[in-house]
């Protein structure tokens, strides 16, 4: 079993490839993680006594589970992955890719009519 240990990274706001949506890179050899195990950290708003008797705020603790979408989709029925969609918030598959093929028409349509008012490249 190898010994990697997933580390999320976030580029800088301006001018990413991943708009700000945090990545992991994955070593050649390595599988990006079905499931991400990730705590949550809040302070509680106490302290108590630290190694050299400072106050050190009193940390709670929750792990949450984030899981990879493709190995659902590839595990579930169309049914079972709607109702996960659904729970997550998220539009059924059908209805989410009819709406994502809608946006990607518009953006070609917008760049053609903008190629067009252009003219022709030299």
């Given amino acids: 079993m190898s010994s990697w240990v997933p580390e999320i990274a976030y580029e800088e706001a301006d001018g990413g490839v991943t708009s700000s949506i945090p990545f992991i890179t994955v070593p050649e050899g390595e599988e990006m993680p079905r499931v991400l195990f990730i705590f949550e950290s809040r302070e509680t708003g ?5 190694m050299d008797g400072e106050d050190v705020p009193v940390v709670e603790l929750e792990l949450h589970q984030y899981v990879d979408m493709a190995v659902l ?18 539009q059924p ?6 709406a994502g093929r809608k946006i990607t028409d518009r953006v070609r349509d917008q760049v053609s009519a903008a190629s067009r008012r252009r003219g022709p490249s030299n």
């Fill in 46 to 50: 106490e302290t108590e006594p630290g």
């Fill in 73 to 90: 989709k590839a595990g579930l029925t169309g049914p079972e992955y709607d109702r996960v969609r659904y729970v997550l918030g998220l």
């Fill in 93 to 98: 598959l059908a209805q989410a890719t009819e």
